[in-house]
C-alpha cells in the first residue's frame, strides 16, 4: 500500500512546525526522517497516525492502516508481556501472538508483568505490540532507543521482514539500521528538503 503526503503543515502550540512536506513510499520500502531535535519528526509520525491534525495537505491513507510505536511505549503494566500482545492482538483480529514473541525475544519473558520489565525489554515489547496490530504500515519513533545491539538486530530483521511482505516503515532513527534501499527525508526548518540530485528520494544504504 503506497504512501502519500501532499504539502502537509502542521501547526502546534500555534507555530508551524511542518510546512511543504510531501513524499511518496511504495509497498515494500522503508523511508528513514532524519533532521536535527525539534525539526517535526515526531510531528509527521503523530500526523500520519491520526494524532495530530494537518494544517494543510494530504495524507493517504488513513490511520486505520497504520501502526505507531511512540517513545511511549503504551504498556499496560499489571498484566503481563503475553497478555499485553494478546489484547492488542485480540483489538486488531489477529489471532496468533507467537511470532511477536519470538521476533522480540520475548519468550522467555512471556509470563512477567510488564511494569516489572527494563526499559529495553518494554521497548521490545512496544515494537511487538505494534508487530501485533497486522497492520501495513509501520510508524516508528526513535525505535531503537533502550535497545542493545543484539535488539537493534532483531528490531532491523523484523522490519526487512516486513518490508519483504509488501508493509512499509516510516521510521525516525539516527541510526544505520542496516536497511537496504531505505529512502531518505531530512526534514529541515518548515520544510522536507528535496534531494540535490533528484526530484525524488536519493537511494541509501542506512
Ligand atoms: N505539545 C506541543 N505543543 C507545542 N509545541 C510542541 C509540542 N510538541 C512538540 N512541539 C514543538 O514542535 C516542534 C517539533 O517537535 P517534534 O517532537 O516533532 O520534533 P522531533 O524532530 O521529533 O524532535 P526530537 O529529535 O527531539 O525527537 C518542536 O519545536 C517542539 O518544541
Redesign the pocket.
Known sequence: MEVIVEDLAVV????R??EGVGFRLEAGRALV?R????????????TLAGLQPADVGRVAPGPEVMAYAS?ADGIKATLSVSENLAFWAGLHGVGSISEALLDFNLEALEARPAGSLSAGQKRRLGLARMAVTGRPIWLL??PTVSLDLASVGLFAAAVRRHLEAGGSAVI?T?IDLGIDGAEVLE?GPFKAAPPEHDADFHEAFL
Open positions: 502546534r502550540g500555534g507555530m512546525v511542518l526522517l533532521g536535527p531535535n525539534g525539526i517535526g519528526k515526531t510531528t509527521l509520525l503523530r517513545h519513533d526513535e525516525a539516527h526534514l
